[in-house]
């Protein structure tokens, strides 16, 4: 069983940064790795991910703005957060994808985007 621990959440005032982390207790047969985040009301929606081949994919409405990137010798990823705005403000779920076993989950850490 594979378990993703999310940390570094919090409170940020409008341009703010927060770097969220995830650690993976195994990374196999990796498809890709990321982060989702959702709204309350909302569905959830891609943040982005980083590929088994080191490329990252962005959701539309973070590009210019968020950073993905992994430390493969430690099963983390990082999602690094610049210029946040209210819209911002979600539970950001960490995720594994993998090619034989489908999805896996983190249990979400709650970003609050507020002055």
């Known amino acids: 069983q594979v378990q993703l621990v999310e940390s570094g959440g919090g409170l940020v005032q409008p341009g703010g940064s927060l770097r969220l982390s995830c650690l993976a207790s195994?990374?196999?047969?990796?498809?890709?790795m990321g982060w989702y985040r959702q709204a309350p009301g909302k569905a959830r929606e891609l943040v982005a991910l980083?590929?088994?081949?080191?490329?990252?994919v962005y959701g539309d409405s973070v590009k210019g703005r968020f950073t993905i990137s992994r430390n493969n010798a430690e099963n983390t990823v990082f999602l690094q957060m610049n210029s946040l705005q209210a819209e911002d403000t979600a539970v950001y779920f960490c995720?594994?994808?993998?090619?034989?076993?489908?999805?896996?989950w983190g249990q979400g850490t709650q970003v609050t985007v507020s002055s």
């Open positions: 995720n594994l994808n993998t090619f034989s076993l489908g999805d896996f």
């Open positions: 195994v990374v196999f047969n990796m498809k890709h």
């Open positions: 980083i590929t088994s081949g080191g490329s990252p």
